[in-house]
């Protein structure tokens, strides 16, 4: 921790000109001895920083002094700073914030920002993936779960990584109600309570290569025809299909889905349509939704 608070204390001194021993302190919450003693450490590897007195005094880097900084280029700089940045607006995470600090005196682009990215827009629930961020590695939730089954069941899980795919946050770590690890979908976490109990296991963090495309058993094409009036909100859901313009302006859509007899999720997005969308291929499939939109006629036949 002493290290990774000096080569912050460096990067800061890079990108302002002066810091006080007080600022440095409250910032990295520890005393001002010590920071006078990091200061001191610094100096001895040879980094030249300069003492100010004076009402508005404190550390800066000697005039002059220069950095590096054809370690990386000045764009990559910029688009790194860009991403970190929402990373951290997202989770408050002063980590993140460090490596920014660190990052900016290498950045020479004049912010030509070419890139923007806002994950705050990702973000369900204001708190959620803060404390699920927090617990990983270190502490116990206890939580609410709706299952696929749309059962609810409570849960004690040890967190391991939180994962973003497929529009939606996962939290990946051991349940100890299946006794194994488990993948759940923020969105369907309720009640998230961060405990005091330590992880009782030790764990393996998953090979994202599962999800990779190279294992394409179970996967079949669906064809949907699109309405002309439906394109802007077939184009926002299906995003990687590939796409066939009509003559009389409509849309033809095929999209590679897992099992897609049995993915309700891709029903319940037909039907979010109406007659805006056809389901063409697999033909099984226009039977589930003509089943749906019967239940659904059920249910306002007394309106």
Same mark, same amino acid.
């Given at each position: 921790?002493?290290?990774?608070?000096?080569? %912050?204390?460096?990067?800061?001194?890079?990108?302002?000109?002066?810091? !006080?021993? %007080?600022?440095?302190?409250?910032? /990295?919450?520890? %005393?001002?001895?010590?920071?006078?003693?990091?200061?001191?450490?610094?100096?001895?590897?040879?980094?030249?920083?300069?003492?100010?007195?004076?009402?508005?005094?404190?550390?800066?880097?000697?005039?002059?002094?220069? /950095?590096?900084? !054809?370690?990386?280029?000045?764009?990559?700089?910029?688009?790194?700073? #860009?991403?970190?940045?929402?990373?951290?607006?997202?989770?408050?995470?002063?980590?993140?914030?460090?490596?920014?600090?660190? $990052?900016?005196?290498?950045?020479? +682009?004049?912010?030509?920002? #070419?890139?923007?990215?806002? $994950?705050?827009?990702?973000?369900?629930?204001?708190? !959620?993936?803060?404390?699920?961020?927090?617990?990983?590695?270190?502490?116990?939730?206890?939580?609410?779960?709706?299952?696929?089954?749309?059962?609810?069941? +409570?849960?004690?899980?040890?967190?391991?990584?939180?994962?973003?795919?497929?529009?939606?946050?996962?939290?990946?770590?051991?349940?100890?109600?299946?006794?194994?690890?488990?993948? /759940?979908?923020?969105?369907?976490?309720?009640?998230?309570?961060? #405990?005091?109990?330590?992880?009782?296991? %030790?764990? *393996?963090? *998953?090979?994202?290569?599962?999800?990779?495309?190279?294992?394409?058993?179970?996967?079949?094409?669906?064809?949907?025809?699109?309405?002309?009036?439906?394109?802007? *909100?077939?184009?926002?859901?299906?995003?990687?299909?590939?796409?066939?313009?009509?003559?009389?302006?409509?849309?033809?859509?095929?999209?590679?889905?897992?099992?897609? $007899?049995?993915?309700?999720?891709?029903?319940?997005?037909?039907?979010?349509?109406?007659?805006?969308?056809?389901?063409?291929?697999?033909?099984?499939?226009?039977?589930?939704?003509?089943?749906?939109?019967?239940?659904?006629?059920?249910?306002?036949?007394?309106?």
């Amino acid at each position: 921790m002493k290290l990774e608070r000096l080569l %912050s204390i460096i990067f800061k001194l890079l990108h302002n000109e002066i810091l !006080s021993a %007080s600022s440095l302190a409250d910032e /990295f919450q520890v %005393s001002s001895r010590t920071i006078y003693r990091d200061i001191e450490a610094i100096c001895a590897a040879g980094i030249p920083i300069v003492s100010y007195q004076g009402a508005n005094g404190g550390f800066g880097m000697m005039k002059g002094y220069k /950095f590096d900084k !054809s370690l990386i280029g000045s764009h990559d700089v910029l688009n790194l700073i #860009t991403v970190l940045s929402s990373l951290s607006s997202l989770f408050e995470d002063k980590e993140v914030e460090h490596t920014i600090d660190r $990052l900016k005196p290498l950045d020479t +682009s004049g912010n030509n920002r #070419t890139l923007y990215v806002d $994950l705050e827009s990702l973000r369900r629930d204001p708190n !959620s993936l803060r404390q699920l961020r927090k617990a990983i590695h270190e502490k116990v939730v206890r939580f609410d779960y709706v299952s696929n089954k749309n059962e609810l069941t +409570s849960r004690e899980a040890e967190p391991i990584h939180l994962h973003y795919k497929f529009r939606n946050w996962y939290v990946y770590g051991y349940c100890r109600e299946r006794q194994d690890v488990r993948e /759940f979908k923020v969105s369907r976490m309720m009640n998230i309570t961060l #405990t005091q109990e330590e992880f009782m296991h %030790s764990h *393996k963090v *998953k090979d994202d290569s599962s999800y990779s495309d190279s294992n394409a058993e179970g996967f079949e094409d669906v064809v949907i025809w699109v309405d002309p009036n439906s394109l802007a *909100k077939a184009l926002d859901q299906f995003q990687n299909a590939s796409k066939v313009m009509n003559s009389d302006g409509s849309m033809t859509f095929t999209i590679s889905v897992y099992q897609p $007899l049995h993915a309700g999720w891709l029903i319940s997005i037909l039907l979010s349509f109406g007659s805006g969308a056809k389901m063409i291929k697999p033909v099984q499939l226009q039977s589930k939704l003509i089943a749906e939109a019967k239940k659904i006629m059920k249910v306002y036949q007394d309106v």
